[in-house]
């Protein structure tokens, strides 16, 4: 059984910092790419940033220059880290993970459990 763990969300004003981590546990025997994706009350969930296994990055428009993301593979986590927050940032951010079971096998679509960052004015 994969589990991915999530910490690091919470309450900052505008402007604040936070960093997210998301840890992946379990049989494991690869992990292709990482990311992290964000769902804002009444809104369709949404990517925020992703990173592959060679750590070629790619990033939403909206948090380009701001949010960072990076993984050690060797922990088997991956981070996010949110500089210049605004307002309409807050979110649920969930991790997500392509993530191998078995030798050789298949990769499968694995998510976090969701971490609330809320930006206050």
């Known amino acids: 059984q994969v589990q991915l763990v999530e910490s690091g969300g919470g309450l900052v004003q505008a402007g604040g910092s936070l960093r997210l981590s998301c840890a992946a546990s379990g049989i494991i025997f690869g992990i292709n790419s990482m990311g992290w994706y964000r769902q804002a009350p009444g809104k369709q969930r949404e990517l925020v940033a992703t990173?592959?296994?060679?750590?070629?990055?790619t990033y939403a428009d909206s948090v380009k220059g701001r949010f960072t993301i990076s993984r050690d593979n060797a922990k088997n986590t991956v981070y996010l880290q949110m500089n210049s927050l605004k307002p309409e940032d807050t979110a649920v951010y969930y991790c997500?993970?392509?993530?191998?079971?078995?030798?050789?096998?298949?990769?499968?679509?694995?998510w976090g459990q969701g971490a609330q960052v809320t930006v206050s004015s």
């Open positions: 997500n993970a392509e993530i191998r079971t078995a030798p050789w096998g298949p990769f499968y679509d694995y």
């Open positions: 990173i592959t296994s060679g750590g070629i990055t």
